[in-house]
């Protein structure tokens, strides 16, 4: 298993500006996911965060918008830049055991922007 | 592409067995899991299956048909506590990547 936290829990924002979202696992895992789920929706992939290399982005999803930051294997950040009320949202991190098998969430970080 | 279908809703009576359907996209299938996520909460890890056939944990129980790109989730001596929704969930091509579906709503009626 693995633990996450993240934090902020929950945030509101001024449209324009920018907030970060930390994620830490209490394990080194490869392969660290962020996910957005609307208010009673699915969860959609909003990019894959390796270490040591660049973030790879779901279609959508662009890195100006969502910079990912994964200094090693226990850490990622995402910043939600230059927001608007349309990303208003949970921003759930994640990370994976196994190919497919199972994921682990962080508790999410719950994000209005006015 | 990559997408799975399943029921927006599903209402049951407590005590009783409900069954969650989940119909994927076929190519490149790797495995389909289940996830349960309660109001306010993060999704939490229910079930996985990689080969037909049936996985049982507790009262969960998850089942895959690749011939049929078909799995369910079963949920038994359902108790009040288990309102909640519930997502299948896939990867495909053994990249890592994990999809989810629209996910279920499970009512519960005492």
């Known amino acids: 298993s693995a633990v996450i936290s993240q934090k902020p829990s929950r945030d509101i924002c001024q449209r324009g500006t920018s907030l970060t979202i930390q994620c830490q696992v209490d394990?080194?895992?490869?392969?660290m996911f962020w996910y957005r789920q609307q208010p009673g929706q699915s969860l959609t992939l909003i990019a894959t965060a390796n270490q040591g290399s660049e973030a790879t982005y779901e279609s959508g999803f662009v890195i100006d918008k969502f910079p990912i930051s994964r200094p090693n294997l226990t850490f990622s950040t995402l910043t939600v830049s230059n927001m608007s009320p349309e990303d208003s949202s949970i921003y759930l991190c994640?990370?994976?055991?196994?190919?497919?098998?199972?994921?682990?969430f962080g508790s999410g970080t719950q994000l209005s922007v006015l | 592409g990559q997408s799975l279908e399943q029921p927006s809703e599903v209402t049951a009576v407590e005590g009783a067995i409900v069954q969650i359907n989940c119909t994927y996209q076929?190519?490149?299938?790797?495995?389909l899991s289940w996830y349960q996520q309660h109001d306010g909460g993060a999704p939490t890890f229910l079930s996985y299956n990689a080969l037909d056939g049936l996985e049982e944990t507790g009262r969960f129980s998850s089942f895959l048909s690749r011939s049929d790109s078909y799995g369910y989730l079963l949920l038994q001596e359902l108790q009040m506590k288990d309102s909640a929704s519930y997502f299948c969930a896939a990867a495909w091509n053994r990249d890592d990547k994990i999809i989810f579906g629209k996910g279920t709503r499970l009512h519960i009626l005492p």
């Open positions: 394990s080194q895992v490869t392969m």
């Open positions: 994640s990370v994976g055991k196994g190919t497919g098998e199972k994921l682990f």
């Open positions: 076929t190519s490149g299938f790797y495995g």
